[in-house]
């Protein structure tokens, strides 16, 4: 069965670095997705993507943050420079047609 | 705007025992439900979606959901709850721009 890759699986970052958490979504699908899980609480939102270009975005989804699908495969999510908020599990997703598939996620720790 | 709302974080069950975790929904177009469960350090994986075809949808391990419009629920059920359902239940609505709205999840233990 067609699964959405993230890697890594875990990363620790000093306060201030930048990340760049990755995902090769399903091939065939169009949309694409980032949601964050911060410890103990819910799944939210980030950004979705479509045609090359945000279609939404989140309020969490400040300046910090970049997302960007640099060849046909890959769909990267960019933090500029962590803060220990951001310290959270972060998943990436893609659909067709209402066919959601999460990736097994990164767990992003900022220290 | 569309949102999801479980009763209970926390349910805890027997071996063998009915499973019935809530979730209700608002939506202000036909909505699409899903459940997504997520066991300890691991990502979230579909058990079923409602996508405006049968009310009684059936998931993977033996999970279903019935999608009430007049109560405006997409309960999740299980007859006979097994040790290894004990994870994480995640209620989640699709709205009209595609995004999944999750609900604050539900914890399943199962005891024995």
């Known amino acids: 069965e067609p699964e959405v890759t993230q890697t890594p699986s875990h990363q620790v970052t000093q306060m201030g670095q930048e990340v760049i958490l990755r995902c090769v979504p399903i091939s065939n699908h169009l949309y694409f997705y980032w949601y964050r899980q911060i410890l103990g609480q819910k799944v939210e939102f980030l950004v979705s993507?479509?045609?090359?270009?945000?279609?939404?975005k989140s309020e969490i989804f400040d300046d910090q943050f970049s997302v960007e699908r640099p060849d046909g495969s890959n769909f990267t999510l960019k933090i500029r420079s962590t803060k220990l908020e951001d310290s959270a599990m972060y998943f990436c997703?893609?659909?067709?047609?209402?066919?959601?598939?999460f990736g097994s996620g990164t767990r992003l720790t900022v220290v | 705007a569309q949102s999801v709302t479980q009763l209970g974080s926390h349910v805890s069950v027997s071996e063998g025992a009915l499973v019935l975790l809530r979730c209700n929904y608002s939506?202000?177009?036909?909505?699409?439900l899903f459940w997504y469960v997520q066991y300890p350090n691991q990502g979230l994986q579909l058990l079923l979606k409602y996508t405006s075809a049968a009310t009684l949808v059936k998931g993977i391990n033996g999970f279903e959901a019935e999608f009430k419009k007049s109560e405006t629920s997409f309960h999740l059920t299980k007859p006979s709850a097994h040790m290894s359902d004990a994870a994480e239940y995640f209620c989640?609505?699709?709205?009209?721009?595609?995004?999944?709205?999750f609900g604050t999840g539900t914890r399943l233990q199962v005891f024995p």
């Open positions: 997703a893609s659909t067709y047609d209402k066919g959601y598939t």
């Open positions: 993507f479509y045609n090359n270009e945000i279609s939404e």
């Open positions: 939506s202000s177009v036909p909505p699409y």
């Open positions: 989640a609505v699709s709205d009209n721009t595609d995004k999944l709205i």
